[in-house]
């Protein structure tokens, strides 16, 4: 089973899986084991829900927005994203706080 969550040598990889036009921004939780559902209210159009997806994580995670990038899966439902300036531990006890039971 691959983890959503992994430590690189200078930053955290999450993998994500999107689901666009939801009723209200929130984490889910693990999807197909290998990645975490997040639900965006913007569609998929014009990057609308790739900025809604660093803005999401950037507030949840209490990061600047400068230092989320979507790595790969732009155009994808999952992606793979890339956190500067945090620690393994504290992105997975944020993240555990804020799926939903």
Do not use: W
């Not at 921004?25 to 660093?54: F, M, Q, Y």
């Not at 803005?55 to 155009?75: D, T």
């Amino acid at each position: 089973m691959t983890q959503p969550l992994t430590e690189g040598e200078d930053a955290i990889f999450l993998k994500l899986y999107i689901q666009p036009r939801a009723s209200k921004n929130e984490i889910v939780g693990i999807h197909n084991e290998t990645t975490l559902k997040i639900r965006l209210t913007s569609p998929p159009v014009d990057d609308a829900a790739n900025s809604a997806c660093i803005e999401f994580l950037a507030q949840i995670l209490r990061v600047r927005k400068n230092q989320i990038e979507i790595v790969s899966g732009r155009k994808s439902r999952i992606k793979q994203i890339m956190i500067k300036g945090a620690s393994l531990k504290e992105v997975k006890n944020i993240l555990l706080k804020f799926q939903k039971d």
